[in-house]
């Protein structure tokens, strides 16, 4: 079992839909990712909070809205996604300090119909 | 500069051989090397890591070899099992912005047939 616990691990939506992923993490980790990642494709960082607050977003389109409303969890807002969304999104946590690895959650499965 | 560059794409080992997998990268402001194992419909996750101030780290069956002057790391499974059958990430890490970002290679397909 993983320590990063993601929700839901499916989902289904349409394109006019509005939906959230949620992440949490109780290891006392300050820094949160989100990852999207296809098929047999390597995970593609899209945003990063550390200590709350959004420290990295990669350039990711609006339709995709991150929130940290506190130190354990995460969440994705999704609204008038496309099909090219569709997608595994991952969220990963790490310590602050030099050498600590990032944790990942299974994931949840996005299919935009 | 940001790549990290992972071969094989796929490889197919016979039970109890050994399993190589390489990488490369070109920048050196990478400090930490993670390798993680993917099984389907899961998260990656970590298998072992390496600081680029070591050759070298075993865990059990899996080892890290590191050439920082190369900037080359690869991974070896001795005596490889099918459970070891999965996808295989290295990746690079930077620290900036008051968080890691990891850069990951392509991914390595790892099948072991009985």
């Known amino acids: 079992d993983t320590e990063v616990t993601q929700t839901p691990k499916h989902l289904v939506m349409g394109m006019t839909n509005k939906k959230s992923l949620k992440c949490e993490q109780h290891m006392g980790h300050r820094a949160m990712y989100w990852y999207k990642q296809k098929a047999k494709k390597p995970p593609e960082l899209m945003f990063v909070y550390s200590y709350e607050k959004l420290s990295i977003n990669e350039s990711v389109p609006s339709r995709f809205s991150p929130e940290c409303p506190n130190s354990s969890l995460l969440n994705l807002h999704l609204h008038a996604l496309q099909p090219e969304d569709s997608a595994l999104y991952l969220c990963?946590?790490?310590?602050?300090?030099?050498?600590?690895?990032?944790?990942f959650g299974d994931g949840t499965r996005l299919s935009i119909l | 500069q940001q790549q990290v560059k992972q071969s094989p794409q796929s490889l197919i080992v016979q039970k109890g051989g050994i399993s190589i997998i390489n990488c490369a990268y070109e920048n050196t402001a990478f400090d930490y090397f993670p390798w993680y194992q993917q099984f389907p419909g899961k998260g990656p996750a970590l298998l072992i890591a390496i600081r680029p101030d070591v050759s070298e780290k075993k865990e059990g069956r899996f080892t890290i070899s590191f050439n920082k002057s190369a900037k080359q790391f690869s991974l070896h499974i001795m005596d490889s099992q099918p459970g070891d059958s999965a996808t295989y990430f290295c990746?690079?890490?930077?620290?900036?912005?008051?968080?890691?970002?990891?850069?990951f290679g392509q991914g390595t397909r790892l099948t072991i047939n009985p």
């Open positions: 990746a690079a890490r930077r620290l900036g912005q008051g968080a890691q970002k990891l850069v």
């Open positions: 990963a946590s790490s310590q602050d300090t030099l050498y600590q690895p990032q944790h």
